[in-house]
């Protein structure tokens, strides 16, 4: 297939054929070849405008074309940087990810306290409510929208979401050894479980058209580690 085939095709990411469907800069098993300055901008620019659009509109809606048209790049371009759409989505996945998960990581590694917790909650209700998208988390539009059948894109948000999860345990195994919850808490439960708070309530929030779904969906969460340290302390006075 020619790349003017695929003119106004969506950015749909289905199951790649063999050898097919993978960013040509990201092949398993091989290292990324290095790009010159000029080259990398360029693959970054395609990358951050597709995450713009399907963060506003979803995958299915986004067309080569208005990527192409919104990263101001040629055909051609675009098509020496990514083989076919399912490897921009690919690529999407990647950069959402490392968005998220940095911004994660700086905002959770200075939490010391439920109160720090808290604001938190704050902060990522505040910054989902806001902006372009609102009440969507992009790496929730992604999940609704790509399909189960797409094992490789399914397999990265799930890597994405896995390392989500192992940054609420670190969190909360502090928590647990500074005495700010339960000693008997099940971190890796409870980690699950805040994130599942986030995407259940982010898309809840996302039908509703109101960030209230998804901001007492993470209250709960809160909520149930200072029942925990509670019942623990009763116990300390049995």
């Not at 070849?33 to 360029?42: D, E, F, N």
């Not at 372009?132 to 994405?160: F, Q, W, Y």
């Not at 670190?170 to 339960?182: E, N, Q």
């Amino acid at each position: 297939m020619s790349p003017d085939d695929d003119r106004s095709s969506p950015v749909r990411a289905t199951t790649p054929a063999a050898g097919r469907g993978r960013d040509v800069h990201a092949v398993e098993g091989n290292p990324a070849p290095r790009l010159t300055k000029r080259g990398a901008a360029t693959r970054a620019r395609i990358v951050h405008a597709a995450a713009d659009l399907i963060r506003t509109q979803g995958v299915g809606r986004t067309t080569l074309d208005e990527v192409i048209a919104l990263s101001e790049v040629s055909k051609s371009q675009f098509y020496r940087h990514f083989e076919d759409r399912s490897a921009l989505v690919l690529g999407v996945i990647d950069h959402i990810g490392r968005e998220t998960l940095e911004m994660e990581r700086e905002q959770l590694s200075r939490v010391h306290t439920i109160s720090g917790l808290r604001q938190w909650r704050d902060s990522i209700v505040a910054s989902t409510s806001a902006g372009p998208g609102r009440h969507a988390c992009a790496l929730g539009t992604l999940v609704a929208d790509i399909s189960p059948e797409d094992v490789v894109a399914c397999r990265k948000l799930d890597e994405v979401f896995a390392m989500w999860r192992a940054l609420f345990e670190t969190l909360l195994t502090r928590l647990r050894d500074h005495g700010a919850i339960s000693s008997e808490a099940d971190v890796t439960q409870i980690a699950g479980g805040f994130i599942v708070a986030v995407q259940g309530g982010c898309l809840l929030a996302r039908a509703a058209g109101d960030i209230e779904p998804m901001a007492s969906a993470i209250d709960l969460s809160i909520d149930h580690l200072q029942l925990l340290a509670h019942v623990d302390g009763m116990k300390g006075l049995a």
